[in-house]
T-cell receptor, first 113, second 114 residues
């Protein structure tokens, strides 16, 4: 199964943009890139996902490298409520394995006021 | 909607005891799964189910049993608890329509085995 690599921790100032990187050099053609975040004492929540093209939603943007071996989650204006662990996950788009999510250890984002 | 509900929130067991962690969802999701999260680590998949009567193993299934008799419920059973099973357990669900279906998580059950 394809794996992802993320920095253990990052720090940001409130109201500044945050770029959270993820490497997935063994990504296959059918793997989708998903991002989840986990706030303290809560279960993970979905943030965004994409296959090849950059994606935007109300929470964040996802920038995917042309070779798909890396991606970046962009929080445009970090708030204190964005302090969480962010997980980059590859989800197999094939017929049989799309239900197996494998979470790595994620990036712990600290937001300073 | 309540979403995904896990009970209990906290549980302390002695080694060798058995218990069932409950998970229920009210979104009519066919896919449900169980994860464990150890301190400072990510989530690891224990078991999952793509519908009533169908279950399969994840990456860390040993010591856990599951069954799926209804769409709404997916209980996780520990037959003989061990200290290595001390962890936070998360249940998740989604629609089985492929990679565009996000997982919805419960808020977890914190289990301590002494």
């Amino acid at each position: 199964d394809a794996k992802t690599t993320q920095p253990n921790s990052m720090e940001s100032n409130e109201e500044e943009p945050v770029h959270l990187p993820c490497n997935h050099s063994t990504i296959s053609g059918t793997d989708y890139i998903h991002w989840y975040r986990q706030l303290p004492s809560q279960g993970p929540e979905y943030v965004i996902h994409g296959l090849t093209s950059n994606v935007n939603n109300r929470m964040a943007s996802l920038a995917i490298a042309e070779d798909r071996k890396s991606s970046t989650l962009i929080l445009h204006r970090a708030t204190l409520r964005d302090a969480a662990v962010y997980y980059c996950i590859l989800r197999d788009g094939g017929a049989y394995n799309f239900n197996k999510f494998y979470f790595g250890s994620g990036t712990k984002l600290n937001v300073k006021p | 909607n309540a979403g995904v509900t896990q009970t209990p929130k906290f549980q302390v067991l002695k080694t060798g005891q058995s218990m069932t962690l409950q998970c229920a969802q009210d979104m009519n999701h066919e896919y449900m799964s169980w994860y464990r999260q150890d301190p400072g680590m990510g989530l690891r998949l224990i078991h999952y189910s793509v519908g009533a009567g169908i279950t399969d193993q994840g990456e860390v299934p040993n010591g856990y049993n599951v069954s799926r008799s209804t769409t709404e419920d997916f209980p996780l059973r520990l037959l003989s608890a061990a200290p290595s099973q001390t962890s936070v357990y998360f249940c998740a669900s989604s629609t089985p329509t492929g990679v565009n279906s996000p997982l919805h998580f419960g808020n977890g059950t914190r289990l301590t085995v002494t």
